[in-house]
């Protein structure tokens, strides 16, 4: 990043600055080196894309051992069809590590500025207050989606090794064959990547309250684990459907005989729905908030 | 080198915080606007009797459809949602909400599916034959008739006639609204929408006071005459029905093929069971049409199997059963099953009907692999003698003495019903 280029333009408003041409795809590029380039990121990744390939190994071994055909759903079906194993990882991740991983990437987005004092300098980068929070949108979200292809494409390529891949069984008991079957389970991977975008915008709203990017991370978690233990009592039944985690695991509609667009756009417009309270959040603490550090 | 931004003004704040405020409302708007217009748009219906109501219902021709239903059962039963951890499964429906995807093509062939998490419960019936898929188990159970009887049942269907004594529906519709009206008042209720479309209502009261059955309501869509819903209220709750089983969205048009066909998918385990066809002479009894020639009369007076009594009347109605092992039917043994006596079960819609029936445990033994003493354990509560399942609309009294007593009234008239 140019900031000694810019530094020069440091006394001009933050919310009015000088243009300059290319300064957001510059801003997006290096945002996107600093995000998907940060050590702590790229071990989240690996951590991430170890569950299908532990998974893989662990039911391969376990597959003369009569444990096969136990377990959640999906994860006894994987030793027939190496497919499966993309949407059994992705089913385990769901509630838990996938939101973890992208809940630390997105509070870390403004906070991590503020915690270690360049977020004062980023702000005299010639783009303005709001173009820079779509620019550090823009970053966690490149995070969530490396984090969900991430899973898949080591699934895809464990199930493949381990097991083969086949024409896919779907919940219905309907056998498609293997390209409907792969472009089904890549409507599952779309489906789960689009489904964290709620929670991205959350987790950059937390980090524009907080100097503090532990805070911005645990909250944005926090959010994720109480929306699911809401879903969960049947007496808060009346908000289930707006709830950012309820429609998560809709991403099985792709896998039954119709899948219904309805459930998928309900699902997809409850996310965007967050995006957008979310993110104007976001906008108006981010281009209105005094920033000290 | 000053790098600290000029403060905004007070009034760019207050411009700013509009936005998100904005937002708020405009997506709180766009969530509660469908179900508010939807509830909004009380047909103007013409007004029509009961009877006639009645009739054209008994007019109407069975309706190639496909739609989502959802089942709610407040029945004041335990918790038995296991979805989420075993799968999509019939036992489910017993309580909490189910979303059921359903199919028919109008006649032969139908499929349902009971939607789980990432898990799907499918029966698809075709003619003679079913088949029921269970994805967390990837088990096919398949119901046929033997060759034999399927050439048999195929030969009657081809040669069936209906008899020429055949009722018209104007003249069924009038009996059973006359013999609705013997236990309960029946009368149209106000025009509602049930899945965007414009339905009667039909509320059936029961007369009598000590039946736990409040009223049933049918809503019966205005331009098919399909029932759309059926909801039944517990005497006790006003506020919510204990039993509810409605459309949340339903096309009528044939769906597509592949749908209404099945075949075991490659590595399920398939478990065949072949039901039996009484044989000529029993079947020949029976109207060879869809339409029965005349309504079933009085249960009372109707032939029962041995080892059954009926007491009360109507809505009060005790069905005793004797001699039932219920230890070796919590078991599971298929022989206790199958010495069973025949009750069938009647509800309320021709709708809820066909799926009572579709998910049913059919030939030797329920299809569900559960653990039934544990569950028995959890439904019932110990009394004197024995053991009950209280619910909001139906109470069983098992006694030690191996009687059975089932009764839509409360656990203390079954008791009454048993000390007689």
Known sequence: MSLVDTAATGAAPADAPVRYRGATARLVRSELALVLGRRRNIVLLVGLAL?????????????????????????????????????????????????????????????????????????????????????????????AAASVLGIAVVGLVTGAALFGIDDLTLLSGTTVPLADGVLRVAGVVAYVGLSMTGLVAVGLFFSTLTEVPVGAMAATVVVAVVSSVLDQLPQVAVIHPALLTHHWFDFAEMLRVVPSADVLAQGLAVQAGWVVVFGTLAWARFTTGDVSS | MDTTPVSPTRSRIRAAWAVPTAAVVAVAGAFAAPPLLASAGSATLAELTPE???????????????????????LGLPDLSMTQVAGADPVSLLSGSTTLRVWSDGGQRSRVSLLGTASEYSVVADGTQAWTYSSSDDEVVHYALSPDDAARAEK????????????????????????????????????????????????????????????????????????????????????????ELGFTD????????????????????????????????????????????????????????????????????????????????????????????????QLGSAGAQELYEEFAPEGDGPGVDLDTVALYEQLTTPVEGGRALSSALLSVLVLDDGRVLVGAVPVDALRAAAGE
């Open chain 2, 250 to 345: 339903v096309t009528f048009a044939a769906p597509d093929d592949a749908v209404l066909t099945f075949s075991a998918p490659p590595g399920a385990s398939v478990r065949e069971i072949v039901l039996p066809l009484p044989d000529d002479a029993a079947l020949a009894g029976l109207a060879p049409s869809d339409l029965p020639t005349s309504l079933p009369d009085d249960p009372a007076d109707a032939p029962l199997p041995e080892g059954t009594r009926v007491t009360g009347t109507g809505w009060d109605t005790v069905v005793e059963l004797s001699d039932v092992d219920v230890a070796a039917l919590v078991a599971g043994d298929p022989g206790a099953v199958a010495g069973l006596p025949q009750v069938d079960k």
């Open chain 1, 51 to 143: 569950v299908p390939l532990l998974l893989g190994v662990v039911l391969y071994l376990a597959q003369d051992a009569g444990l096969a055909g136990q377990g959640p759903p999906f994860v006894a079906r994987v030793t027939g069809n190496g497919l499966f194993l993309v949407v059994a990882s992705l089913f385990l991740c769901t509630p838990f590590l996938l939101p973890l991983t992208i809940g630390i990437a997105s509070g870390d987005a403004i906070a991590g500025e503020a915690s270690t004092g360049t977020l004062r300098y980023l702000l005299v980068v010639p783009v303005g207050r709001g173009r820079l929070l779509a620019v550090k949108a823009l970053g966690a979200l490149a995070f």
């Open chain 2, 156 to 243: 009657m269907r081809a040669t069936a006639r209906p008899p020429a004594d055949l009722p018209t529906p104007d003249e069924l519709g009038r009996e059973a609204l006359e013999r609705a009206q013997r236990d309960a008042t029946v009368s149209v209720d106000a025009a509602t929408t049930v899945a965007g479309r414009d339905a009667y209502q039909v509320v059936v009261t029961p007369r009598s006071s000590t039946t736990l059955v409040g009223r049933i309501v049918v809503a019966v869509d205005a331009r098919t005459w399909s029932p759309l819903r059926v909801q039944v209220w517990g005497s006790d709750d006003a506020a919510t029905p204990a039993l």
């Open chain 2, 52 to 74: 006639q109501l009645l009739t054209r219902v008994l007019e109407s021709e069975p309706q190639a459809l496909s739609g989502t239903v959802v089942h709610t059962a407040r």
